[in-house]
């Protein structure tokens, strides 16, 4: 089971932190991801990173903003959003795949075995 959490609403220029905790033993045996949709959007990849944290891998409209990173010993995987814009409102979810995606792969959603329930976050103009 995947908890996201951290989402809110934040003016243009600031920055959030979205947590997403694991719970079970196995959370280390799984590539996480982050995806986005906006309302009336289709779910878009935001973020990924292996399942050692040693690779990540980014959307092209994020690098540079945001940053994906995780810790294994509490669960738990985190996206740092930094000089967030009004576009990048959505809800965002987290999602595990297995260890076995290459990182390239990480970008589709039919990859991932388990989904968070979303947060929503709104930036303001």
């Known amino acids: 089971q995947l908890q996201a959490s951290g989402g809110g609403l934040v003016q243009a220029g600031g920055s959030l932190r979205l947590s997403c905790a694991a719970s079970?033993?196995?959370?280390?045996?799984?590539?996480m991801g982050w995806f986005r949709q906006a309302p009336g959007q289709e779910r878009e990849f935001v973020a990924g990173?292996?399942?050692?944290?040693?690779?990540?891998y980014y959307a092209t409209f994020v690098k540079g903003r945001f940053t994906v990173f995780r810790d294994n010993a509490q669960n738990t995987v985190y996206l740092q959003m930094n000089s967030l814009k009004p576009e990048d409102t959505a809800v965002y979810y987290c999602?595990?795949?297995?260890?076995?995606?290459?990182?390239?792969?990480?970008?589709?959603?039919?990859?991932?075995?388990?989904w968070g329930q979303g947060t929503q976050v709104t930036v303001s103009s």
């Open positions: 990173i292996r399942w050692n944290g040693g690779s990540t």
């Open positions: 999602a595990a795949a297995p260890r076995t995606t290459i990182l390239s792969e990480l970008r589709h959603s039919r990859g991932y075995d388990y």
């Open positions: 079970g033993r196995t959370f280390s045996s799984y590539n």
